[in-house]
């Protein structure tokens, strides 16, 4: 059975991050991790996926894999890698290409991986063993939940229990939006915090005990919207800890949201 959960000790050495949807924009997310003195010697990175596609590094940032000190769930512009690994006449190609794939893949994943050899056996090791969930511990004993777009249950030993027998359960993890709808507040029992990116916000959120934090990087190179809420799109990469001190954030109308 293929890795649904991954659970990782705590640092004993280091500090640990957590980043939101980096989106293949391998030189911003470098430049964010040298503001908060990242040492790869002992801190580690952790990522809620969507590291692929929009960006123009999206190779490199796949490759972060390869690096013992990061570590990653799968988004859903992973996902749709993996299906197209699995079986390429069930994805739309023009659609991914179309979503930011282009910017790596030119003209499409077959001749991308026919000549990128090295990153196409990275996928098909990551779509055998990238995980759906993060559970991180700290060294004062408390857990973090990591997934890409939200925790779609209120147990956490629920979701244990039931997500290696669930597709509709594991693709809720990579698609749902439920940040947008007015008021959402989640409170997950059995853990002490949750860590999504997948919809973008202006600032790290908390909802309930639910910490958003894609704060962007989809939008780089894009022209924004004029209703949009997040004027200075970026990569966010916060120390652990400090997620805890982040207040609970009034829900916006969902029209305000990228």
């Known amino acids: 059975m293929m890795n649904m959960i991954q659970r990782v000790a705590a640092n004993r050495h280091g500090r640990d991050f957590v980043v939101g949807d980096i ?23 952790f990522s809620v996926g969507d590291l692929i596609n929009r960006g123009p590094d999206s190779e490199r940032c796949l490759l972060l894999t390869e690096e ?62 990238m995980p759906w969930v993060i559970e991180l511990e700290l060294e004062d004993g408390r857990r973090i939940g ?58 790290v959120e908390r909802r309930g005990n639910g910490i958003y934090i894609d704060t962007g990087a989809a939008l780089f190179g894009k022209p924004l919207k004029r209703s949009s809420r997040t004027h200075n799109p970026r990569i966010t990469a916060i120390e652990v800890g400090e997620l805890f001190l982040i207040p609970a954030t009034p829900a916006p109308s969902p029209l305000a949201f990228d």
């Open 68 to 129: 013992p000190w990061f570590f990653a769930v799968r988004g859903n512009h992973e996902q749709i890698l993996f299906n197209w690994l699995r079986q390429p006449d069930g994805v739309d190609v023009e659609m991914w290409l179309r979503y930011g794939g282009k910017t790596w893949l030119g003209t499409g994943p077959e001749h991308y991986f026919l000549r990128h050899p090295q990153v196409r056996r990275q996928a098909e090791t990551l779509a055998e063993r």
């Open 146 to 203: 990591i997934s890409h777009s939200t925790f779609p249950l209120d147990e956490w030993e629920d979701l244990v229990l039931r997500l290696p027998f669930e597709p509709a359960l594991q693709e809720a993890l990579l698609w749902e939006r439920p940040i947008k709808q007015p008021g959402f507040v989640r409170h997950v029992d059995g853990i002490d915090l949750t860590v999504h990116g997948h919809v973008v916000v202006p600032r």
């Open 23 to 45: 989106h293949g924009w391998y030189e911003p997310l470098m430049a964010e991790l040298e503001a908060v003195c990242f040492d790869p010697a002992l801190d580690r990175l």
